[in-house]
Nanobody, 126 residues
Framework: QVQLVESGGGLVQPGGSLRLSCVASGFTMAYSAFGWFRQAPGKEREGVSCINTFDGSTSAADSVKGRFTISRDKAKNTVYLQMNSLKPEDTAVYYC???????????????????WGQGTQVTVSS
């Protein structure tokens, strides 16, 4: 089992930046895929960006490419999502997820049977 705790969400103006953090604890060595997902009101949860913590390969949804960057710090068991040039349509609850691998379909990543964090709210509004 792995426990995931997200932080870094908040209210930001359009064009601003935020960095989300996801700290993993527990049996983290068993998990090689981490990802950020988001769910806006009335919409399904969608994959934003995923990373393979063994080889560093990443995937990002077309809607965030060039604006969001996923990274990891193995020593700190932490995965980050740097979000720049934020738009109102980025408003959502952002969740961290961990699993054994990720797949990508039409640029959106998915982690089968993941462990989830509790989520952090990101609101982009003037």
């Amino acid at each position: 089992q792995v426990q995931l705790v997200e932080s870094g969400g908040g209210l930001v103006q359009p064009g601003g930046s935020l960095r989300l953090s996801c700290v993993a604890s527990g049996f983290t060595m068993a998990y090689s895929a981490f990802g950020w997902f988001r769910q806006a009101p009335g919409k399904e949860r969608e994959g934003v960006s995923c990373i393979n913590t063994f080889d560093g390969s990443t995937s990002a949804a077309d809607s965030v490419k060039g604006r969001f960057t996923i990274s990891r710090d193995k020593a700190k068991n932490t995965v980050y999502l740097q979000m720049n040039s934020l738009k109102p349509e980025d408003t959502a609850v952002y969740y961290c997820a961990a699993g054994f691998f990720f797949t990508t379909v039409q640029s959106m990543c998915n982690i089968p049977n993941p462990s989830w964090g509790q989520g952090t709210q990101v609101t982009v509004s003037s």
